[in-house]
């Protein structure tokens, strides 16, 4: 009889791997990084443990969007006081603020709880192809 194995904290192995986002589009970034921070990518997938790898996103300054969306799509936030809802365009959003644009996208994501919290402080986003994680070797990941 086949037992479905259920990864325990200690038991977790995580690898580092770094996405370069020259030329790709921002949503197919973000879907295929999300799948590596929750760890959907490995066998013994555990959904209450937080079993994902690190990621270094590089190049964020150079992620493309399609469509006309640099126009059309809007990011909202509000302070809770009144007039303080602050709108921003997704072009204002890739020239000002590439790397909370990046994490935005990615944050949507993953699971909005605890373990969701988690999972977001393995996720490193640089605007250029520099990054100061050299020294955990990571694997160069090909995003379609």
Same mark, same amino acid.
């Given at each position: 009889?086949?037992?479905?194995?259920?990864?325990?904290?200690?038991?977790?192995?995580?690898?580092?791997?770094?996405? +370069?986002?020259?030329? #790709?589009?921002?949503?197919?970034?973000?879907? =295929?990084?999300?799948?590596? &921070? %929750?760890?959907?990518?490995?066998?013994?997938?555990?959904?209450?443990?937080?079993?994902?790898?690190?990621?270094?996103?590089?190049?964020?300054?150079?992620?493309?969007?399609?469509? +006309?969306?640099?126009? #059309?799509?809007?990011?909202?936030?509000?302070? =809770?006081?009144?007039?303080? &809802? %602050?709108?921003?365009?997704?072009?204002?959003?890739?020239?000002?603020?590439?790397?909370?644009?990046?994490?935005?996208?990615?944050?949507?994501m993953l699971p909005h709880t605890k373990l969701g919290d988690v999972m977001r402080t393995h996720l490193f986003v640089y605007v250029g192809n520099k990054h100061p994680h050299a020294a955990q070797k990571p694997v160069v990941l090909e995003v379609k």
């Open positions: 009889m086949r037992q479905t194995t259920m990864l325990k904290p200690a038991e977790v192995k995580r690898t580092w791997y770094v996405v +370069d986002g020259e030329g #790709k589009t921002l949503g197919r970034l973000a879907t =295929q990084v999300a799948t590596i &921070l %929750r760890g959907k990518n490995k066998p013994a997938y555990t959904p209450n443990v937080d079993c994902g790898d690190y990621v270094i996103v590089v190049n964020a300054d150079k992620i493309q969007i399609t469509g +006309d969306q640099d126009f #059309k799509k809007f990011y909202y936030s509000h302070s =809770q006081y009144p007039g303080g &809802l %602050r709108t921003r365009s997704t072009r204002e959003m890739r020239e000002n603020y590439t790397v909370e644009w990046v994490e935005k996208a990615i944050k949507g």
